[in-house]
């Protein structure tokens, strides 16, 4: 056996933090973490596409930092802090939006998102994104979803959701504006009609 390699079945101890939580499970030692995330931990908000680290589906918070779990050994992970999609705010029992994050808030307000498979990885991505840079110019915002593809939306409101969710950290009391709501409106508007020419 080459110096390095890791023998097929060998098992490991994977302690991490998730979501603020201590969890441990005994996996494969090649398991990946969107994996052991998924199956050893029950958390499948952390959604698997491509398997390849090219869709940014399966990105979670590393630390901190916006990784593709599907290319990241779990036990790499070890000791270290994860933020899956259910780690970024959940309704609370009164339904209270101002639970939410602001960026899942965004992401209500704007309509960014529509059959939601690869919305987890955007999360993931726009909260550490604008952890870096609280104030992206939508150019910016552009850059900061570069890397994770959507087969929906055409974008646009996800690129309004994360001008959205910088307004809502600096202000989570801050009123919604036309301009976040121009581009689902011209889309809800070209559906209606689409549906219109086909009946």
């Known amino acids: ?3 390095g390699t890791v023998p097929a079945g060998a098992r490991s101890t994977v302690a991490v933090t998730v979501n603020g939580t201590h969890r441990s499970a005994e996996v494969e030692s ?12 029950g958390l499948t908000g952390t959604h698997v596409g491509c398997e390849h680290g090219v869709c940014g589906a399966c990105t979670v918070l590393l630390d901190g930092t916006p ?3 599907c290319l ?3 036990v790499t992970a070890a000791g270290h802090q994860v933020t899956t999609a259910e780690g970024l705010g959940q309704l609370d029992e009164s339904g209270d939006p ?4 602001p960026v899942q808030r965004a992401f209500r307000d704007c309509h960014a998102l529509q059959c939601g498979f690869c919305t987890p990885g955007f999360m993931t991505t726009i909260t550490a994104g604008i952890a870096e840079n609280p104030d992206p110019t939508r150019d910016e915002a552009v850059e900061m979803i570069a890397g994770n593809l959507c087969r929906c ?3 646009q409101n996800i690129v309004d959701a994360v001008l959205r969710a910088a307004e809502l950290a600096k202000d989570p009391a801050a009123p919604l504006t036309d301009r976040f709501t121009e581009h689902s409106d011209a889309a809800h508007s070209a559906d209606q009609d689409a549906d219109g020419a086909g009946a």
């Open 72 to 74: 990241v050994f779990a």
């Open 67 to 69: 990784v593709r779990s």
């Open 30 to 41: 090649r398991r990946t973490l969107s994996d052991y995330l998924r199956h050893d931990l």
């Open 1 to 3: 056996m080459a110096t």
């Open 153 to 155: 939306t055409g974008y």
């Open 98 to 101: 101002n639970s939410l994050s």
